[in-house]
């Protein structure tokens, strides 16, 4: 009969702590959440725009990094209409630094899609907002919960990183993100959804961290297996990190302002300022002689040998960059670590 009674205690425990997972979660984020500028008190309309515009910010890039430039891209370009007619130069500039080019070229054109196709507001059903520039299925999911309260949990890093901790999951199957997505149905649903998609991603940012997560503070610890075994690792899928290798060719003239070109001819950076470069065989490269750097961009991890020539190029279709008037142009921190080699 104990026995009995003590496995009914148990069923009993964990249906609670199953309930209570919104509640604890929610209740934690009222406490502890960040103060981002995109969550401030505004209208609807405005939320929406913070929301559209974080988002693509948000887009391979951390938090810590993206809240000065929105801040800095809010006040220059505060709402739809603006962003839709903004000059490219202003929008470079105030995207400058922050990498990946093509979401800001793909944020205009959403919101000129925006403008001219839905009469100014922002698609509120995910179909819609997929037909958006720059737009896939996770920043869909993202400005539903978040921006339209719908009850979607979207699956970033953060939230991944919770479900294979709270379900101990290692194995390759286990950890797909088909099986990631039948998993988010531990989380529940609640009337908040939008503070509760942005709660949950929170605890994966702030406690779930990757490295020494801090259990002692996470409101859904009871219910996390991998905390009972004591194990944290975090198995990944391998993502293919293509090796490719570069000559990046340097020109200066008299007055040693440096020889750029826009990019027309390589699939990252495009229409953005760069040195002349060409990809080589990893044989030149190995038999180059001179200062050589490696910069990782998206899933290619790129070795650029440095080449300084006296000759320009017969075809001169770029431009020349005073180093002291560096602030005045926009340029790809991929250039400015290129320059900086060189200095």
Not at 87 to 99: H, T, V, Y
Not at 115 to 135: A, M, R, T
Not at 191 to 203: G, L, N, P, T, W
Not at 277 to 292: A, D, L, R, V, W
Request: proline share 4%; glycine share 4%.
């Amino acid at each position: 009969m104990n026995g009995f009674v003590s496995l009914l205690s148990i069923i009993f425990e964990i249906h609670m702590n199953s309930q209570n997972i919104p509640n604890n979660i929610l209740n934690w984020y009222d406490n502890n959440k960040r103060q981002l500028p995109w969550r401030k008190k505004v209208s609807n309309r405005k939320k929406e725009y913070f929301t559209l515009v974080s988002e693509f910010m948000l887009q391979q890039t951390q938090v810590k990094t993206v809240i000065p430039y929105f801040e800095n891209f809010i006040s220059k370009i505060p709402n739809l209409k603006s962003l839709s007619s903004v000059r490219d130069d202003k929008l470079m500039k105030c995207w400058e630094g922050l990498g990946y080019y093509s979401r800001a070229k793909n944020l205009k054109k959403s919101a000129k899609h925006i403008i001219n196709d839905f009469g100014g507001q922002l698609p509120s059903n995910e179909e819609e907002l997929k037909s958006l520039p720059g737009v896939g299925d996770y920043t869909s999911k993202a400005i539903m919960a978040i921006a339209f309260n719908k009850k979607i949990i979207p699956l970033d890093g953060n939230v991944e990183r919770i479900l294979k901790r709270i379900f101990y999951l290692k194995k390759e199957k286990e950890i797909s993100k088909e099986n990631l997505h039948k998993k988010k149905s531990f989380f529940k649903e609640t009337k908040r959804a939008s503070d509760y998609a942005q709660a949950i991603m929170e605890i994966g940012a702030l406690i779930c961290k990757p490295v020494k997560p801090l259990c002692i503070q996470c409101p859904i610890s009871k219910n996390c297996k991998s905390l009972k075994k004591n194990d944290f690792e975090i198995i990944k899928v391998n993502k293919f990190n293509k090796q490719k290798f570069f000559e990046a060719r340097i020109f200066q003239n008299k007055k040693n302002n440096y020889y750029l070109l826009k990019n027309r001819k390589f699939n990252f950076l495009k229409g953005m300022p760069i040195f002349p470069m060409n990809e080589i065989p990893k044989i030149k490269f190995k038999n180059h002689i001179g200062k050589s750097i490696n910069i990782k961009m998206s899933n290619m991890d790129m070795r650029i040998a440095i080449k300084i020539e006296d000759v320009l190029p017969e075809k001169r279709n770029g431009f020349f960059v005073d180093v002291k008037d560096l602030n005045s142009w926009t340029l790809p921190s991929f250039t400015k670590k290129i320059l900086n080699s060189i200095k």
